[in-house]
C-alpha cells in the first residue's frame, strides 16, 4: 500500500473543514471567558454530567438527542463527549444537523478539558 501524498490544495481543503466541525478545549474556554453566546452539550450519561462538566452545559445524554431540547438555535453549538476516542459527541452532532442545528466537536473531550485544568462546575 503506498501511501497518499496529498496535494496542497487537498490538504487546504482538508484542514479548512477540519476547523469548521471542531474547536480544541481552549478555544471554548476563550469563548466562555469572552462571553459568546454558546450551548454546549454534554452528551455523556447524567451520571458523569453531574460528577463535573464544563461551565454552563447541558446534559443531552443519547436517546435524548433527536429532542434537542435546551439547544437555542440563534447561538453556536459546541458538543463534547468523554475524550478523544469517544464519537459520541460526532454522532449527536449528525442527530442535531438532521434537526437544522449545525454543531462543532470539541476535539479531547471532557478528559482533555480537565487535564488542563479548566473551569470545571457540578
Known amino acids: 500500500m503506498t501511501l497518499h501524498a496529498p496535494t496542497a490544495r487537498e ?19 476563550g469563548m466562555l471567558k469572552r ?6 452539550v454534554d452528551v455523556r450519561l447524567p451520571s458523569d454530567f453531574r460528577t463535573g462538566h464544563i461551565p454552563g452545559a447541558i ?3 443519547k436517546g435524548k438527542w433527536h429532542t434537542v431540547s435546551g439547544i437555542d438555535p440563534s447561538k ?4 463534547y463527549c468523554y ?8 454522532e449527536a452532532a449528525i442527530e442535531f444537523a438532521s ?6 466537536e470539541m476535539e479531547g473531550g471532557f478528559d482533555t478539558w480537565t487535564k488542563y485544568g479548566l473551569a470545571v462546575e457540578a
Open 35 to 40: 462571553n459568546e453566546p454558546l450551548n454546549i
Open 99 to 104: 434537526r437544522g442545528i449545525a454543531a462543532v
Open 59 to 61: 446534559n443531552l445524554p
Open 83 to 90: 475524550n478523544q476516542t469517544c464519537h459520541l459527541a460526532a
Open 76 to 79: 453556536r453549538t459546541v458538543v
Open 11 to 29: 490538504a487546504a481543503e482538508y484542514f479548512a473543514g477540519k476547523l469548521a466541525f471542531t474547536t480544541g478545549p481552549f478555544e471554548l474556554d
